[in-house]
């Protein structure tokens, strides 16, 4: 039995190069849910030698141009170089932030991306990272392998560019009124190596992989904003206000009709923000593992299971980025006709890295593994208002990694209150407060915070909020 609401029905639309998406639907009582399970992610064709292949050529091509540009002894490998590495301890280097932190997950999403685009399924895929990550480590650099990077390039790579290779293919498949030539640009550019594959292997591993058609709810905000508050800390980093693009993508949100949670990441969120300062001031990506559908009443629908994450945060003052596991869910509440809340909540354990940027001592950085924690909430009035909650914490310090040197406490809040105006414009007011709570030997300051209040232009590609009707 169909559940006939007085309430708007998400339609599916268009987001361009970042992506795109809608449409509207959900799980009535007696509808049937689907089993848990991974499901089947099989192709119908599959190379593990292309994919072995492709990989290898990359990293040859990598190492030679991080030879001529960045740092030659670090990437003048040789045999000599290659027995060492296979000899030495595996230890926490102390690369630059963001090479750690954001370069080496990007590389391993390439890996992954590669392997996936082969025909690979999601857990061979993450295995191609992994290999791809420990062959880096030993044969790709001079120095010694690095513990961290492999966590991050295999694990936070894969976590980060099942979502890439998700949003490539969904606007590959659904269109969105983007001409064919069109469609494969934008599908490149969120997802390079599966637009290499379809380029030199056209209808092969790189073929369109089926979505299911699931509910998506997306939104473009540009716009700026001006600190309201400030605790420098330790830090020597200018401070300055800024101008912003955020980008946020939920794919697969609970209770369409149909719509089963077999496969790693059939739900997922995105996030991206990126800024005139730091470039990329925030990346998340969280997709459920392995869960299933529940329904508790008439007006909820959820899933709850697994869910991986890759986060990185990098405010103009510190820096936190973390690779975990966490156990959570996602659920809708039909409250009244034309008002819903959507919600996230999800705790669980990650690789951890910290640190001030342009720290007054040295030492103030910390790595490990940490517990994190996720909440969100999302109030939906009808067509015409929305208000975005969301919170993030992460707990840093000497739990598993000697090298460790102090405390960490990190928590970043977002409130977002959305007006639509007309069709898919709408405007926003934006609150972001980032928080530091550490301890370090000979460092005096204890905190760190700044928050910012800005104004935004915001784009959807359809009238409502998200929520999704049964």
């Known amino acids: 039995m169909k559940v006939s609401r007085n309430r708007f ?7 361009a190069v970042l992506l795109a998406l809608a449409a509207g639907a959900v799980q009535a009582d007696d509808d049937p849910l689907p089993e848990p399970g991974h499901g089947d992610d099989t192709r119908p064709y599959k190379s593990y030698g ?22 030659p002894d670090d990437y003048g490998v ?72 492999q966590i991050t390039t295999s694990f936070g790579g894969s976590f980060l560019g099942e979502s890439l290779y998700r949003m490539a293919n969904l606007v590959l498949e659904q269109g969105y009124g983007l001409s064919p030539r069109w469609r494969e640009a934008a ?15 056209p209808g092969r591993g790189s073929d369109i992989w089926p979505s299911n058609s699931p509910d998506v709810y997306a939104r473009l905000q540009l716009g700026a904003g001006g600190v309201s508050h400030r605790n420098v800390g330790p830090s020597q980093a200018p401070h300055r206000n800024e101008v912003s693009a955020d980008f946020a993508l939920d794919y697969g949100l609970p209770g369409k009709p149909g719509y089963m949670y077999r496969r790693p990441f059939d739900y997922f969120l995105f996030r991206l923000r990126l800024s005139n300062i730091q470039g990329i001031e925030s990346l998340a990506s969280r997709g459920l593992l392995w869960g299933a559908p529940y329904a508790p009443g008439r007006n909820v629908r959820g899933i709850a299971g697994l869910y991986g994450s890759y986060d990185y945060l990098a405010p103009q003052l510190f820096r ?28 669980g354990v990650g690789y951890t890295s910290t640190g001030t940027v342009r720290a007054s001592t040295s030492g103030q950085y910390n790595y490990g593994f940490a517990p994190q924690a996720m909440l969100m909430l999302r109030v939906i009035g009808g067509e015409k208002v929305a208000l975005d909650l969301t919170a993030r914490e992460f707990f840093n ?48 300051e204890r905190q760190q915070r700044r928050d910012t209040i800005g104004l935004y232009y915001t784009w959807q590609p359809f009238r409502g909020f998200g929520a999704v009707e049964w």
């Open 9 to 15: 029905m998400p339609r599916r639309c268009a987001c």
């Open 320 to 347: 936190v980025a973390s690779t975990g596991l966490s156990l959570g869910t996602n659920a809708q509440w039909w409250v009244a006709d034309g008002l819903a809340l959507q919600g996230h909540a999800s705790a």
């Open 397 to 444: 310090g000497k739990l598993t990694s000697p090298e460790t040197s102090g405390t960490d406490r990190v928590f970043r809040g977002d409130a977002t209150l959305t007006y639509r105006l007309t069709g898919r414009h709408a405007v926003s007011l934006k609150y972001i407060t980032s928080r530091r709570t550490f301890a370090f030997a000979n460092v005096p």
């Open 50 to 71: 292309a994919a072995a292949l492709e990989i290898a050529t990359f990293q040859l091509l990598l190492n030679r141009v991080d030879h001529a540009f960045v740092r």
């Open 187 to 201: 599908a490149a550019a969120v997802s390079p190596p599966l637009g290499f594959n379809r380029y030199v292997r």
């Open 78 to 149: 040789s045999v000599g170089s290659f027995r060492r590495n296979l000899r030495s301890s595996w230890v926490v280097d102390r690369d630059p932030f963001e090479i750690n932190q954001l370069g080496h997950p990007y590389q391993g999403s390439v890996y992954f991306g590669l392997a996936r685009s082969n025909g690979l399924s999601f857990w061979e895929s993450l295995g191609f990272a992994f290999a791809g990550s420990a062959v880096w480590e030993i044969a790709g650099e001079t120095t010694p392998p690095s513990r961290n990077d």
